[in-house]
């Protein structure tokens, strides 16, 4: 299991998104204004597992919001 990590617990929405063969397989909303027990994981800032098995292929996508205040990524 590899984890993604987002640095900074200020970001109001999280939406995260694990696709196999163009099907949603789970999702998560999470992000400041959701609150603290939305996290997967359970850390100050946001991390997420990214669960690829031997052999198989999965797309993770992230829809980052933050309102009225900018944030940069990587």
Known sequence: VNLFL??????NNIAFYETQNGLVL????????AGHKT???????????????????????????NDRETFRLP
């Open 39 to 65: 996290r997967s994981i359970n850390h100050r800032n946001y991390i997420f597992r990214l669960d690829v098995p031997a052999g198989e292929k999965k797309c993770f996508y992230f829809r980052l919001y």
């Open 26 to 33: 789970d999702h998560l909303k999470t992000g400041e204004s």
């Open 6 to 11: 987002i640095d900074y617990p200020l970001l």
